[in-house]
């Protein structure tokens, strides 16, 4: 058994108009294609979320990752 870690984090701010913008890759996007020729035993998800992340500047910041248990070749 062999395992991934993958994290997604969102950087985000509320504009000058007032929308929220965020970055990144999608947490889903970056799983699907590691396991897409893999054997895949389990997925562990976990995240969190920081309002005001940025000293009292008006922000968000979320994170979250997941563990991909899969089979693997011992000689990877």
Not at 10 to 25: A, L, M
């Amino acid at each position: 058994m062999k395992v991934k870690h993958f994290v997604e984090t969102y950087w985000g701010f509320v504009d000058t108009g007032g929308n929220f913008r965020e970055g990144g890759e999608r947490l889903d996007d970056m799983i699907n294609k590691f396991i897409a020729d893999k054997h895949v035993i389990d997925i562990k998800y976990s995240g969190n979320a920081s309002f005001a992340a940025d000293s009292g500047v008006a922000g968000k910041e979320t994170n979250y990752s997941a563990l991909v248990l899969y089979e693997g070749d011992k000689n990877e």
